[in-house]
């Protein structure tokens, strides 16, 4: 198994040291001496009274500018010349401490994307398009025109979050792919795992001192800085997927500084990586039942008219592709699990779900897997300004994922799977000992594989990944909970196949009674991009303070 493969597995979980100077970091001394002990990120996980002096982060001023390249951050040249030229659309860098407990060890420049309100202004909307790992400034450059109502009333912004994009980027190395080939996999876990100590080893040697300060913790709290920074006395947000989690910890750590903030595609708190890998198989499964369901309801559907019978030869002929991959001229294979990767990306949107069927149509009938591979490479290349579509894509809302392997030089070729893995293992205090994961791997397979024979073995990899890293904060599942801040906004939907709606149920519970939830019967990754119930409600609750009733649902759009 080659490391690249290990690495391209991070994307299948919609779930540390110093080393090389990276740009956007300082180790220069600050002139405040801490007032705390020494701490890790996740032993300081908000400002209390004996927290250090941050206040020249919080007084500092942004100068906005012209964005660089017209593209700015993860954007190709050719991507760049798909973004209009607008004097209101601004590119500035921010400055947060590298650790919150000791500000003196260094600073963190966080790049930043404004787009200056069409109306009256009433503050900063801050967007988090989800991830981890999913860059905003590139995400909101191509995501314009999705958000021009909102426009009316706010300035939106995003952000690169740090370890992301143009906010010193963490990397695992550029010669990862070039790995041997080593035996096993998940049937071998001895050498799986010394491969992830291999990988994690790289990490820390490439990020360099970012690293370990990375996860939701640390970004919660630079987006408190950057309200400040704004002009906002609360911060209005608008979160998807992963950006949900960072939202919630933000009414954790300052619940008196949440504004209007809606949370679409509810992540996790509590679930330990292994469960959240189980309940994101079972949701891509429903999601592909929704689709066999669809496809075998129409006429000509290439799977046919039973849908019991489709989703048995959909699994046959993914094994069968195991063992006998296709071949091009080149030597290049197609495996069933390149079949799987299409279907875990195309599933997102249910608009994709057309083209879905007609390229599995010339798979199944000519063996031709030509249009297959050219809709992953389509979907993975989806901005969130695509269309609706492009902004319900892959990466949770970021669109990103395949940004991540044509990035600009200064941005490593592999940063946002780097990024993910790093925030998560940031974000999960578990860390089983390798004699602990060798003897459960055996049942983690019949497990994975029982809930989902398409979708089981890609879910597996991802519980290894933090295997080596220090564990990480358990702030975020000890303490998130029972938030005494202003009512917010979670959106919840039933086929999502990467935050299932129980996620938002579980959420909503833990949190306590500010939250309020909107049921969305629809299908797809969140709710504002494929239901026009869901983003009127969004919007206006926005714009206008308008709350829906706890409770209150969205039906499937007509034209679904």
Known sequence: MRRAAVLAGVTALAVMGTGAWLPGVSAAASPESPSSPASSPSLSPSPS????????????KIK????????????SESDATAVPKDKNVQCGKITVPLDYAKPSRGKVEVAMVRIKSSGKPRGSLLINFGGPGGAGVSGLLHA????????????????DPRGVGESSPVSCGEDGAQEPEMEGGPEDPAAVLDEMRKINEQCEKESGPVLPYVGTVNVSRDMDVMRQVLGDKKLNYLGFSYGTRLGAVYTA????????????GVDTLTEDVEEQALVSAEGRQTALDNFIKWCTGNAGCVLGTDSRAARDNMSELIKGLDTYPLQSSDGAEFTGQDVVDVLGQALYSRQSWPALSQALGALLADGDPRALLRM????????????????????GLAGVAGLAGRAPEDIPADNMAAALMAVNCADDPDRPDADSIEKEVTKLQEEFESTSAIFGRSMLMPVLFCFGRPAGTDYIRDEVRDVKSPDFLLVGTRGDPA???????????????????LD??????????????????????LLYGEMPANGSSCGVDEEE
């Open 49 to 60: 009274s004996s927290s250090p002096d941050l206040s020249r982060f919080y007084t500092q």
């Open 376 to 395: 992953s490479g389509s979907l993975a290349q989806q901005a969130p300004g695509d269309g609706v579509q492009g902004l319900a894509g892959v990466g």
């Open 253 to 264: 750590q300052f619940p008196k500084k949440v504004g209007r903030m809606v949370l679409d």
């Open 499 to 517: 935050t299932p709606y129980r996620w938002t149920q579980e959420t909503a519970e833990r949190l306590g009674s500010a939250a309020v939830v």
């Open 520 to 541: 969305n019967k629809g299908d797809g990754h969140t709710g504002y991009a494929g239901s026009k119930c869901v983003r009127d409600k969004v919007d206006g609750f």
């Open 64 to 75: 906005w500018g012209a964005c660089e390249g017209d593209g700015a951050g993860l954007l």
């Open 144 to 159: 314009q025109k999705e958000f021009e109502y909102l426009g009316k009333g706010y300035d939106v912004v995003s952000f």
